[in-house]
Every structure is written in C-alpha cells, then in structure tokens.
C-alpha cells in the first residue's frame, strides 16, 4: 500500500514523542543517579540508553532514518515482457539504535545479577563469558532480525526472523538461568531487584518479536501507522521505564548498604 511507503503525520506524531520522551527520561534518569557513588554505572549507562534512544528517534522523526526497499521481476508472457516492482518502507535507524541500547539494557541487569560474583580467576572467566555470551547473543538478535526486515522473498524473511528468535532464546537462557541463580544466591532486596528487571525486560522484549511478525515486516497484519506507534510506546517502557525502576533500586539498595555499614560500628561500640 502506497500509504506504507511513506512517513505520514500520525507517524511523525510518534516519533517525536519518542525523541522527546527518551529526551526527558535520560534528564530523569541522571537526576535520580546523583549520589550513587560506586554504582553510577548503572546511571550512566541507562542515561545513555535513553540519549542514543532520542537521537535515533529524532533522525527517524527528520525522515533521515528509514529507507524503501525494492525488489524487480521480470515475466516474459506471451503478450511480451511485464514488470512487477515491490517495495516497503524500513526504519533502519530503529535497528542501529537496537543494537547499541539493548547491550546496554543487558548489562545493566547483569550488573545487578553478577555484582557479587567472587573474584577469583575460575569466577572472573565465568562472568565473562556469560556477558560476551549474552551480548553476543543479543548483537545478532537485532542484525538478524534487520537482515529480515530488509527482505522481500517470504523464505528468505523468515528463516532471518527465525534465526533472531534463536538468539533471542539464547539472551533468556543465560538471564533466566546462570545469571539469575547468581542473584539469588546474593539474597534479599538484591534478589527482588534482579527479578523485577527481569520480568520488565522479558515481558516487553517478547512483544517486539510479535509486532515484527504482525508488522510491515512480517505478514502486514497492521498498518506501519499501528506499527510505529506500538513500538514507541514499548520502546520508552523498555528503555526510561527499565532505567528509571533500575537507577531508584540500585539506589535504595546503596541506601540501605550505607545505613547498615554506619550501623555496625555502633553496634561493635556498645
């Protein structure tokens, strides 16, 4: 349909929502991290989650960010040679800005499942290779997932689609499994924390498949309009909420760390 060929204004709407959501909520995010002292990485690196955020937003929502894929056929009939042209409108710049944020995401939740992980030699290999592991997984997830988005033959579309959600399967088994063992041997609030991140994560990182899939993208079950619109709401979710819920549990986590060190002297005294 013509209509998805183009950027229309329901479509721009959108898109500066996005920008001027991730825009505010890395203001927010760098707000709420003052203080953190040894854990400042964790709001540094969701602040910077939402900055690559607003800037792919507003490069989508300046038209600069999207491209029309086409593919040409020529049939030879009886009556001569007849052409069929097809094309679609792709937001690559959502896939670049995917590519360098959820690595991000990722390790912002690793950071709070491994934080207490020993350091020996054995242990440090082990908690490198499962962050090399989950991130790699995660990098092809999104490429993969690109490589379809650029495809035109049904096949070829969806054996990429096919071969992003293996990856993505891989993300969750090591977040699931090795990673979320690690922060529950830890306990207590670091416990909760770790789970609550993982259900947010988990929950809106298995929508982004299903929207592929019913998507310009996939079948063209809905319109791009649709489309563009779903994906910035789970995208500010995803991206400000995760930081937000991660920078106020790290804090309250360091908060209660530092009462309970100032405690302990006091009690040794009496």
Not at 43 to 62: D, E, G, K, N, T
Not at 125 to 153: K, P, Q
Not at 217 to 227: C, F, Q, R, V
Not at 243 to 268: I, N
Request: net charge negative; aromatic share 10%; hydrophobic share 55%.
């Amino acid at each position: 349909m013509l209509e998805d060929l183009t950027i229309t204004s329901h479509q721009e709407t959108w898109l500066w929502i996005g920008t001027i959501g991730m825009a505010l909520g890395a203001i927010a995010i760098l707000a709420l991290g003052r203080g953190l002292g040894n854990h400042a990485h964790h709001a540094v690196a969701s602040f910077f989650v939402c900055a690559i955020a607003a800037c792919f937003y507003l490069l989508m929502a300046f038209g600069q960010g999207d491209l029309i894929v086409t593919a040409k056929d020529l049939t030879l009939t009886p009556e001569g040679v007849v052409g069929t042209v097809e094309a679609k409108l792709v937001y690559f710049a959502r896939y670049i800005d995917w590519v360098i944020t959820t690595p991000l995401l990722l390790i912002g939740l690793l950071g709070v499942g491994l934080a207490a992980v020993n350091q020996a030699g054995e242990a440090v290999r082990e908690r490198t290779g499962l962050v090399a592991g989950v991130i790699g997984a995660d990098i092809l997830m999104i490429v993969t997932g690109l490589f379809g988005a650029l495809s035109l033959d049904s096949t070829h579309k969806y054996i990429w689609f096919a071969v992003s959600c293996v990856f993505f399967l891989g993300v969750l088994y090591v977040v699931w499994g090795p990673v979320r063992a690690s922060a529950k041997a830890q306990g207590g609030e670091i416990a909760a924390l770790y789970d609550k991140l993982l259900y947010i994560l988990t929950v809106l990182w298995f929508i982004y498949p299903i929207l592929w899939l019913l998507g310009t993208e996939g079948t063209e079950a809905i319109s791009l309009n649709a489309e563009v619109t779903v994906f910035a709401i789970i995208d500010l979710l995803a991206k400000v909420g995760f930081g937000l819920v991660l920078v106020t549990g790290v804090k309250k986590l360091s908060s209660a760390g530092e009462k309970a060190s100032a405690a302990a002297p006091a009690a040794a005294a009496e």
